[in-house]
């Protein structure tokens, strides 16, 4: 069977539902931000994939850039809001933070 | 079966093997490094799909700068000498169901749709068409991403400092 645009989207979905697993199913935060990383890269092949079939010329591989960029940027922040809950906490497990206040 | 469609199964199923085992193993460095296989494979993947600068994209800042970051997050927050490594996971019966069930559901859909394929041949190189729409149509978006990074990386340092 020939490869196209059918395989990368089952490969694509694929990769998005393991990363929803992984954030539902995690405690650990850094964890949870690994699915977000694997559901973003999912939306990428998705991006790409439609780019190379469909008939845009490249705008996909530009949004995919794009991505890539609100990634690395909320990577950052979400890494500094780790280590500020660690810092409160002394844990990074999402299902015992419940407090907003001392 | 040509040697393109041997490379495609070869490379996705490096990416769902890896991100399976990123998903479902208890250590948390290990799960790091699965990532990294995972970025490497969809990596691969998009080669296969004529988009080079993408995949070197990918490989910088998700390899060299997002994994990196994680991985320093893991060392930071972790007792990394203690056995304190392992991470929990919650209802994962409920979510393996949820989750199955979305798969499912998408998937019928993605094989039930005729998808329109136009006869596009694979372009040469995607770098001077990508750089001359970066700097024309969408030089508004560029530059405001540029904007977005500076203030997320002076908000992370700020916010990481206190």
Partial sequence: MEVTLTHFLIVSTLLFSLGIYGIVTRKNAIMVLMGIELILNASNINFIAFSRFGNFGLQGQL??????????????????I???VYKTFVNVNVDEIDELRD | MNVYDLIFYLFAALTLLSAFFVVTTRNIVRAAFFLL??????????????????????????????????????????????????????????????????????????????????????????????????????????????????VALIGAASMARK
């Fill in chain 2, 37 to 150: 296989f995972t970025f490497f494979g969809v990596a691969g993947i998009y080669v296969l799909l004529g988009a080079d600068f993408v995949a070197i994209v990918q490989l910088i800042v998700y390899v060299g700068g997002i994994l990196i970051l994680l991985i320093f997050g893991v060392m930071i927050t972790n007792k990394i000498t203690s056995v304190d490594i392992k991470a929990g996971t919650i209802q994962t019966l409920p979510a393996a169901i949820g989750v199955g069930l979305f798969t499912g559901i998408i998937g019928a859909v993605i094989l039930n749709t005729d998808w329109f394929i136009a006869n596009s041949e694979m372009p040469e190189s995607t770098l001077s068409t990508l750089g001359k729409m970066l700097l024309n149509e969408y030089v508004l978006v560029f530059e405001l991403l540029g904007i977005l990074l500076l």
């Fill in chain 1, 63 to 80: 949004f995919a850039l794009f991505v890539i960029v609100l990634a690395a940027a909320e990577a950052a922040i979400a890494l500094a």
């Fill in chain 1, 82 to 84: 780790v280590l500020n």
